[in-house]
C-alpha cells in the first residue's frame, strides 16, 4: 500500500492542519504515504519537517489517491483507488453539485458522522467512512510548550473561557459574547479570552461593543481578552494552559481541532449539540435547534445558503452551561472532568486514528 495524499496542507488554515495531521496520523503507523501540496490562498503556513521531508519521496507505485480538497477539484484516475475527503457544516450541500463529483470516486472519508449524514442526505452514493482526524497530543504535556510560553497577566487568578476559531458567521461567536456578558457581573472573576483571525483587533473590539450595547444591562463591561492572527506553538499553548473551560457555540462543525486541543491539554468542551463535535468532545452539549442558514455571505455562493440547515445554540442553555462551569472551578468535579477531557484527547492521537485509517484503507 502506497499513498498519494494530495491536500493544501501549507495554506496555514485549519483545514490545512486537518490534513498535515491526516498525513502525520498514516505516517505514524508505517503507510506509506506521499504529499503533494495544492493551495488555496496567498498566506504561506509553516509545515512539520516531517511532511517535507516524505514530499521527497516519489509517487510512483502509489495505488491510492486521497485528495483532500473541495469536492468540484475532484479528478478520477483508474490507476488509482481514489478517495475524496469532505468535511461538511450543514445538512446538505445539494446546491454545490459536490454530491455529482463525490460519486466519481471510488470512496469517501468524512471526518465525523455528521458529515456522513450530510453526504447521504445530499445524494453521494458511494461508500462514506468515517474517518476521524488527529492531534499529535504528545506536545501538549511538554514542558516546552507550558513553561516557556508567554502568559496572558489578565488570565492570572480567575477562571477563564476560551474561544479559538474562525470570527465567520458559522462560528456565532455573538452568541457567546451574549451569554458571557449576559451571564457574568462585572466583578466576578472570570474572563473571556478569544483567540482568532481574518479580522484586525479594532474591528473585532467595535463588534463586540455593539453587542454589549445591544444587550443594555449596565454602563460597563469587562473587556473580553482578545488576540487577532498567529502565535507561536510555545505561545498559542501556553495561553490556552490558563483557561478552564473551551466554549464553541458553532452553528456548524466538520470537527473543530482547537477543541481537540483544549482538551488536551485537560480543559473540557461546552459546545454546540448536533454537530461534529458530538463525536469527540468531552464535556457539555448545549441543546441546539436546526435552522436556515442565514448571513454566512463571505463564503461560497452555493455553500450555506437557507435552503441548508445548521445548529443554533440555545442562548440561555449555554448562559447556565457556562455558569456551571464557573461554579465548578477548583473543585474534585473539575478536577475529574480535566482528566476525562485529557483521557479522551489520547483516542485522537497520531498513532490511534492513525491505526484506524490503515484499517479503512486495508478494508478497501
Known sequence: MKVL??????????????CINNILALDAVGVDVVPRAITFNNSAGSCPQRILELED?????????????????????????????????TSNFIESSWQHHANLMDEIWVPTESCKRACIQSGVVKDVKVAPHSLDTTIYD?????????????????????FIGEFVERKNIQALVKAFH????????????????????EYVQNYFKQIKSGLKLRKNYKEEVVICGHLSKEDYISVLTQCHSFVMPSRGEGFCIPA???????????????????????????KSSQVPCFGAISTIDYLYTANEKWREIDLEDLMISMREAFMKWDTEIATEESREALQKSKKFSHKEIGLKLKEILNDG
Open 142 to 162: 511538554s514542558a516546552k510548550y507550558l513553561d516557556q510560553g508567554s502568559k496572558i497577566e489578565n488570565l492570572i487568578k480567575t477562571f477563564n473561557f476560551a
Open 260 to 286: 481537540l486541543e483544549a482538551m488536551a491539554v485537560g480543559i473540557p468542551v461546552i459546545y454546540t449539540e448536533g454537530t461534529g463535535m458530538d463525536d469527540f468532545c468531552s464535556g457539555s452539549a448545549v
Open 5 to 18: 495524499y494530495i491536500g493544501n496542507y501549507k495554506d496555514g488554515t485549519g483545514w490545512a492542519n486537518a
Open 57 to 89: 519521496n516519489s509517487e510512483v507505485g502509489c495505488d491510492i489517491c486521497i485528495q483532500h480538497t473541495l469536492p468540484h477539484l475532484y479528478s478520477y484516475n483508474s490507476k488509482f483507488k481514489n478517495i475524496g475527503f469532505i468535511a461538511t457544516e
Open 182 to 201: 449576559t451571564e457574568f457581573e462585572l466583578d466576578e472573576p472570570v474572563n473571556l479570552y478569544i483567540k482568532t483571525s481574518q479580522q484586525s483587533l
